[in-house]
């Protein structure tokens, strides 16, 4: 792998008696799609939490393109390009979609030309079209991508996606999936938590696993699909690609 965007060592977080994380290490090569796979708490939305400075990591380095992110405030953090989604779809649901999207552009931008470049993000979401929707009155595909777009206008170099196809059926996750894809042509770095196997086995160039915050296994979609470990804590016997 060429000079990492980000590099991750020895990553460890506790909650009281649990040890959520415990020496996570990996790193992502700029433009990589990345997975990361585990059952119920197995600590990724802790692990991304910790990225983002949503948590502070009890030992372990963050370094995103050489700096270093442990300590750093969330808005810090988005500013030096790592912006996440949340696993619920938190969006104003009195506010317009174009207001949620503005939102995340207010990080670099004054009103107007963030209200500008919520539009062009919504563009290349493919939801231009419904810019003064109300977000309460969303599909699911719909909010999904809001959700996206919102991340998008933040103008990040990595976008952490926390389970955005988790309501989503077969064809909305193939659309999503595209999308994905786009973005990450157009030079975007991804990391994704998702549940749905076949899918992270069909987006991502790597994947990483882990169970009781422990990484399991690290690999191309092939090898974490045919690793014994990774079978045994969360594939299912059953699984064969
Ligand atoms: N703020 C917190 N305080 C205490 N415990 C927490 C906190 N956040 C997470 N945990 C615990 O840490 C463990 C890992 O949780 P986490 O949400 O990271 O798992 P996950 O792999 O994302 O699970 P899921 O797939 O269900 O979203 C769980 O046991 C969870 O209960």
Same mark, same amino acid.
């Given at each position: ?5 980000l ?64 300590? =750093?405030?969330?808005? *810090?953090?988005?500013? =030096? ?16 979609? =174009? ?6 552009? =207010? ?11 919520? $539009? ?6 493919? $939801? ?21 777009? *919102? ?7 990595? /976008?952490? $996606? ?10 909305e ?10 973005? *990450?042509?157009?030079? /975007? ?11 992270m ?31 045994a804590?969360?594939?299912?016997r059953?699984?064969?690609?």
């Amino acid at each position: 792998m060429s000079a990492p965007i980000l590099s991750v060592s020895g990553l460890s977080k506790r909650f009281g008696g649990l040890q959520a994380l415990h020496d996570i290490s990996f790193d992502v090569a700029r433009t990589e799609i990345l997975g990361v796979i585990g059952p119920n708490g197995a600590g990724k939305t802790t692990l991304f939490n910790n990225l983002a400075g949503l948590h502070r990591p009890d030992a372990g380095t963050i370094m995103l393109d050489g700096v270093s992110l442990v300590g =750093l405030k969330p808005h *810090r953090i988005a500013g =030096l390009g790592l912006t996440k989604t949340f696993q619920n779809v938190a969006l104003f649901a009195e506010s317009s979609v =174009l207001d949620n999207v503005l939102i995340g552009g =207010l990080l670099r931008h004054g009103v107007a030309e963030a209200r500008a470049f919520a $539009l062009h993000c919504l563009e290349q979401v493919g $939801l231009a079209g419904i810019a003064q929707k109300q977000a309460g009155e969303l599909s699911f595909p719909e909010r999904a991508r809001v959700e996206v777009a *919102r991340a998008l206008a933040t103008q990040p170099k990595i /976008l952490l $996606l926390d389970e955005v196809m988790a309501a989503l059926n077969h064809a909305e996750m193939e659309a999503l999936m595209a999308l994905i894809r786009r973005l *990450r042509e157009g030079g /975007l770095t991804v990391i994704v938590i998702e549940h749905h196997m076949k899918a992270m086995l069909a987006l991502c160039d790597r994947i990483i696993a882990i169970s009781f915050g422990r990484k399991l296994a690290e690999g191309s979609p092939a090898e974490i699909a045919r690793h014994p470990e990774v079978v045994a804590a969360y594939l299912g016997r059953a699984h064969a690609v």
